[in-house]
């Protein structure tokens, strides 16, 4: 029975303070619905509004490369230290417990492969199955300027509608083409067109020169990629820069997973991305948890 007779007036109003009308803290998102706001809140840390992401979805277009050939082996031991998992359906189910509670990011473009042309992607994965898998956001590429380049956006299109139907966050990731310019004119293009289509956020690449203005000028938040097997120091060097210019983490797999010590590799990103631990320290902590390995 209600409690009709101990009702009490409200007292404090805070009419010296304003609602906050934005509501959140990652860019471009503020006006997202919950469960999609939720979804991004377990993929970006809240507190730095960052994110390490590992990467082991190429094997979906690549085979077993190097430091995947067993992902029961080699990514399982690191899974404590992501904050995500990115991979595809297939080897979420074969090769990961459902006990890893860690938040996934699906891979769901497919049907090419190394001896083909890599942007002619479909949609790899139904909705109802990202759902079932508990996915906290749906991946694409797009490949912008590539032959593929319509159809590559097309499927970026229908999973950000189909998602959206279930607060669940689209990542568009910049598939670069054989023959495009890794520069600041080519990632601004294309990030810029994922975020106008509707991804929630964007992987790209970082670039020395103009990484800053890429950022910017994209309305939503950017991961870099790590992109292939750097030394350490230059991979650290690579994130605290991204990071510094106003990346909001990496989605990095080759600089972790193929390191001469995965394990510590991560820690040591995480670092950089989470804390912006100058690279020479952070690549100091790899060689410390290297050696008391
Ligand atoms: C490649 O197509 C995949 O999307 C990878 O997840 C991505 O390239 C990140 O991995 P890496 O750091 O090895 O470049």
Redesign the pocket.
């Known amino acids: 029975m209600a409690d009709l007779d101990d009702i009490k007036d409200g007292k404090d109003f805070g009419l010296d303070k304003p609602a906050d009308r934005q509501g959140f803290y990652l860019k471009g998102l503020a006006h997202y619905d919950w469960g999609l706001k939720n979804r991004m809140g377990r993929i970006f840390n809240p507190k730095t509004g960052r994110t390490v992401m590992l ?4 094997g979906y ?1 690549q085979g077993p490369t190097t430091g995947l050939e067993r992902v029961d082996l080699t990514i399982l031991p690191l899974a404590e230290y992501a904050d995500v998992l ?1 991979c595809t359906r297939g080897v979420l189910r074969a090769q990961i417990p459902p006990t890893v509670t860690k938040p996934v990011v699906l ?1 769901c473009s497919g049907g090419n492969s190394i001896l083909s042309e890599l942007s002619n992607e479909t949609i790899a994965v139904d909705i109802e199955d990202a759902i079932r898998l508990g996915a906290c956001a749906m ?1 694409a ?1 797009v490949y912008i300027g590539a032959e593929y380049e319509h159809k590559s956006i097309t499927n970026v299109i229908k999973l950000i509608d189909t998602g959206m139907r279930y607060g669940i966050p689209t990542l568009a ?1 910049t ?1 670069v083409g054989k023959d495009m310019a890794r520069d600041a004119r080519y990632f601004g293009l294309a990030t810029r067109i994922a975020a106008e289509i509707g991804s929630h956020y964007i ?1 790209s690449y970082f670039i020395e020169d103009g990484f800053e203005k890429v950022v910017a000028a994209c309305p939503v938040p950017i991961v870099i ?4 097997k750097l030394p350490e120091l230059e991979a650290l060097e690579m994130a605290y820069k991204a990071v510094d210019q106003g990346a909001a983490g990496v ?5 972790i997973f193929q390191s001469d010590d995965p394990v510590a590799m991560i820690q040591a990103v995480g670092k950089v991305v989470h804390e912006l631990e100058k690279p020479e320290k952070a690549f100091q902590m790899y060689n410390d948890l290297k050696s008391a390995s």
């Open positions: 990467a082991f979805d190429h277009f990115m891979r991946a590429q990731v598939g992987k990629a790590g992109g292939k989605d990095m797999g080759r600089n």
